[in-house]
């Protein structure tokens, strides 16, 4: 059997796979998952890939790295040390090599949004092959305050049950490191393993477009369609475990 791998994303932590874990290890699977230093405003994409890379097992060789939301801009640089079965995308960002996350979708926002960030545009012949993508966030998501509790219920957990999204909430954490959006990958390629990326479709901070989109163009794999909001680990982790243990 498979050792599964989970990367969480934005204010979470190991926790939010609690209730996946329990349809992946009926199956036989094993499961690993991790706290990641989010709370640490200066921690890299190089320091969270180090994280996973500590928490796996040195003696599995069937391994499948799932990344939610954030950690696709993660799990590749764990394949880049790590032999991997498969990158499994979760609601996720895809990195683009030598490029940050804001960077790409820098020409959506207006002068004044990108001066708040201190942004340093680059050199526009590098991003204009973004232009013609479909926006990469639901536009009602960007710039929303998710340190507040009803707006992680209306984005995060709007179709978990009230009970799951309550305690998911009673359980955020503190996202003070931003290099998922800042910091430039520093991958050179995406590794060269197998792909799965997983869209959800009423997800309503990653525009589901953009995720068909990235995934075809990126990663070279249809989109596996998933009937949820932004954590289908929360809110349907059933039918979650069906698509990651699915050839």
Not at 53 to 69: E, F, R
Not at 146 to 168: G, I, K, N, R, T
């Amino acid at each position: 059997m498979s050792l599964f791998c989970l990367v969480h994303g934005c204010f979470q932590g190991a926790w939010c796979w609690d209730l996946l874990i329990p349809y992946l290890e009926a199956q036989g699977h094993k499961t690993v998952a991790m706290d990641l230093p989010i709370e640490n405003a200066s921690a890299t994409l190089s320091q969270f890939a180090d994280a996973v890379i500590q928490a796996l097992p040195k003696t599995d060789d069937d391994i499948l790295l799932v990344g939610h939301s954030m950690a696709g801009t993660i799990i590749p640089l764990v394949a880049e040390v790590v032999k991997l079965r498969q990158l499994v995308f979760v609601a996720a960002l895809i990195p683009y090599p030598g490029i940050s996350t804001l960077d790409q979708f820098s020409h959506h926002l207006d002068s004044d949004t990108l001066k708040s960030f201190n942004y340093q545009p680059k050199d526009p012949s590098k991003l204009k092959q973004f232009h013609s993508e479909p926006d990469m966030f639901e536009s009602a998501s960007v710039g929303k305050d998710y340190s507040d509790e009803a707006v992680l219920m209306d984005f995060f957990y709007h179709d978990c049950q009230p009970d799951v999204a309550q305690w998911a909430i009673s359980k955020s954490r503190s996202q003070q490191s931003m290099a998922y959006i800042f910091e430039m990958n520093p991958l050179k390629a995406l590794p060269s393993v197998e792909r799965k990326y997983i869209v959800c479709t009423n997800d309503r901070i990653l525009s589901s477009t953009w995720s068909r989109y990235a995934a075809r163009h990126r990663l070279g794999v249809e989109a596996i369609e998933l009937a949820s909001g932004h954590c289908p680990h929360l809110s349907c982790p059933d039918l979650l475990a069906e698509v990651l243990t699915s050839d």
